[in-house]
């Protein structure tokens, strides 16, 4: 079935499209920061990939901050999971994670 462009739901799953994407950019964007030692990118990186953690992609983006060395980021992710643990769960939960990551993540959820 095939919808209007000014359909409310279409324009909702083709901004998630964009938001989705433009985090794996961002993402990129912070493995650089973090690789050629630029704190105020990856700040800016940061910043932005908070405003677009969502409960189907905050163990991405956590996976990401992890690796990236973007600790508030990842606090920020631990706090989502927290806050919004059920919406997490039923968007798939947080299975791509190690074991080090999920522990953290469960204890946030006690906290």
Not at 12 to 20: F, G, P, R, T, Y
Not at 36 to 49: E, G, Q, R, W, Y
Not at 84 to 104: I, N, R, T
């Amino acid at each position: 079935k095939k919808r209007h462009v000014l359909d409310p739901e279409a324009k909702k799953e083709a901004m998630q499209k964009n938001d989705d994407e433009l985090v794996d950019v961002l993402c990129e964007l912070l493995q650089a920061a973090d690789m050629f030692v630029m704190p105020s990118l990856k700040d800016l990186c940061t910043s932005n990939i908070v405003l677009r953690t969502t409960a189907a992609n905050v163990a991405r983006i956590l996976l990401c901050a992890d690796l990236y060395n973007a600790g508030e980021l990842k606090s920020a992710c631990l706090r989502f999971v927290a806050k919004h643990h059920q919406e997490v769960h039923a968007h798939g939960g947080l299975h791509m994670l190690s074991k080090d990551l999920l522990v953290e993540a469960m204890l946030s959820m006690g906290s």
